[in-house]
């Protein structure tokens, strides 16, 4: 039972460049999110999904895209990264909608130059 | 917008002494969840308190609930080297969504 995993670990990007960030959860949660951690500002909600099927942006949606792939999988999409998107991203999962509860991955450091 | 203020901000103690960190909202949350993150890992999550008033304890960890839900407060008693992370609370908001503090990093010297 590994709960949540994300990938990559890390990633270099360029300005401009496009690219996915993986997030898987083996425990049968309905619910997923994507947050960005920066230094002084805790965690912020980019999209949810509180079911397969559904997605719904959260406090920082722009410049992503997501994709509720399965119950598994939930995506994180940059189409084009701007250095504003430097950050570490965690993705988590919850049994029910509603957010309590929730179980984290390990996170992606992403570095946009 | 709800914000949750968090203090103090960096906290390095001794093994042994007791600390408390704070945070604090102008909001009123349905519920307050703790959590610790160590280096390179996500957050986990230590307590959710729910009820004005409610107090829990996990070990030597103490948890409180403010009265009128907008404060809480982490006790730690004979802090350990292992009680090192970044400690972070989130409420549960108007919108049933966690908006999580701007978090106390501590760090507890052998």
């Known amino acids: 039972n590994a709960g949540v995993t994300q990938t990559p670990k890390f990633q270099v990007l360029k300005t401009g460049q496009s690219m996915t960030l993986q997030c898987a959860q083996d425990?049968?949660?309905?619910?997923m999110y994507w947050y960005r951690q920066d230094p002084g500002m805790g965690l912020r909600l980019i999209y949810y999904?509180?079911?397969?099927?559904?997605?719904d942006k959260g406090e920082v949606p722009n410049g992503y895209n997501v994709s509720r792939l399965n119950k598994r999988e939930f995506s994180l999409r940059l189409e084009s990264a701007a250095p504003s998107q430097t950050s570490v991203y965690f993705c988590?999962?919850?049994?029910?909608?509603?957010?309590?509860?929730?179980?984290f991955g390990p996170g992606t450091r992403l570095l946009v130059l | 917008t709800q914000l949750l203020e968090q203090s103090p901000q960096f906290l390095s103690i001794q093994e042994g002494e007791n600390l408390t960190v704070y945070c604090n909202s102008s909001s009123v949350f349905s519920s307050l969840q703790w959590y610790r993150q160590e280096p390179g890992e996500g957050p986990v999550l230590l307590v959710t308190?729910?009820?004005?008033?409610e107090v829990k304890k996990l070990k030597r960890l103490t948890f409180q609930f403010g009265d009128a839900r907008k404060d809480s407060s982490l006790h730690i008693t004979a802090a350990q080297p292992g009680d090192t992370g970044l400690y972070l609370c989130a409420g549960a908001g108007a919108t049933n969504k966690l908006i999580f503090g701007t978090g106390t990093l501590l760090a507890v010297q052998p």
């Open positions: 999904s509180a079911s397969e099927g559904t997605t």
């Open positions: 988590a999962s919850s049994p029910v909608s509603g957010f309590l509860t929730q179980y």
């Open positions: 425990m049968n949660h309905n619910s």
């Open positions: 308190v729910v009820t004005g008033g």
